[in-house]
T-cell receptor, first 112, second 114 residues
Framework: QKEVEQDPGPLSVPEGAIVSLNCTYS??????FMWYRQYSRKGPELLMY????GNKEDGRFTAQVDKSSKYISLFIRDSQPSDSATYLC????????????FGSGTQLTVLP | DSGVTQTPKHLITATGQRVTLRCSPR?????VYWYQQSLDQGLQFLIH???????AKGNILERFSAQQFPDLHSELNLSSLELGDSALYFC?????????????FGPGTRLLVL
């Protein structure tokens, strides 16, 4: 079983929809949680960064971390066609978990 | 544009061969990370260098090696290539020595082993 599980999709939504992307993890040492966006044939770019549990909002994006359930989410409000990309969750912690461990990515398409 | 450059963009080679991938980090960044992205394994951490010294190793095969030079650019050497080594190889850079800092990814090198 992988340390980080992410539904690969693909996920297709109409423009303006609220999108929910999720990851679960098994390693309790993870404390830092990130969401990366990767456009086709490009490198990943950091979208959201959260430390420990809680919520963080940045414009149309909200990241949630529930460490008790080992579950993280990314919400995209008023989704736009330009949001069409693969979204990767990533996490790290201390000790042997200090390097980034990525989920497999969810492919999102927002239809105009 | 993240400021991280990688060359070449594409590489086609044969099994058993050796290739070198190059990465130049963002100006001022001292850390370089190498990752491999394949369809079946996703994005996997390979190795981390900080200011010329190896900081951490991940799932890097013994056939693979890397180094970071005094000008901070890094090279990833892949030898005795196998079909399964076909993947996207990314480098990322950050300012300090810890992986939790924001990492900026380059555009990647697409390697195809025939």
């Amino acid at each position: 079983q992988k340390e980080v599980e992410q539904d690969p999709g693909p996920l297709s939504v109409p423009e303006g929809a609220i999108v929910s992307l999720n990851c679960t993890y098994s390693n309790s040492a993870f404390q830092y949680f990130m969401w990366y966006r990767q456009y086709s044939r490009k490198g990943p770019e950091l979208l959201m960064y959260t430390y420990s549990s809680g919520n963080k909002e940045d414009g149309r994006f909200t990241a949630q971390v529930d460490k008790s359930s080992k579950y993280i989410s990314l919400f995209i409000r008023d989704s736009q066609p330009s949001d069409s990309a693969t979204y990767l969750c990533a996490m790290s912690g201390t000790g042997s978990a200090r390097q980034l461990t990525f989920g497999s990515g969810t492919q999102l398409t927002v239809l105009p | 544009d993240s400021g991280v450059t990688q060359t070449p963009k594409h590489l086609i080679t044969a099994t058993g061969q050796r290739v070198t991938l190059r990465c130049s980090p963002r100006s001022g960044d001292l850390s370089v990370y190498w990752y491999q992205q394949s369809l079946d394994q996703g994005l996997q951490f390979l190795i981390h260098y900080y200011n010329g010294e190896e900081r951490a190793k991940g799932n890097i095969l013994e056939r693979f090696s890397a180094q970071q030079f005094p000008d901070l650019h890094s090279e990833l050497n892949l030898s005795s290539l196998e079909l399964g080594d076909s993947a996207l190889y990314f480098c990322a850079s950050s300012k300090g020595p810890i992986a939790q800092e924001t990492q900026y990814f380059g555009p990647g090198t697409r390697l195809l082993v025939l």
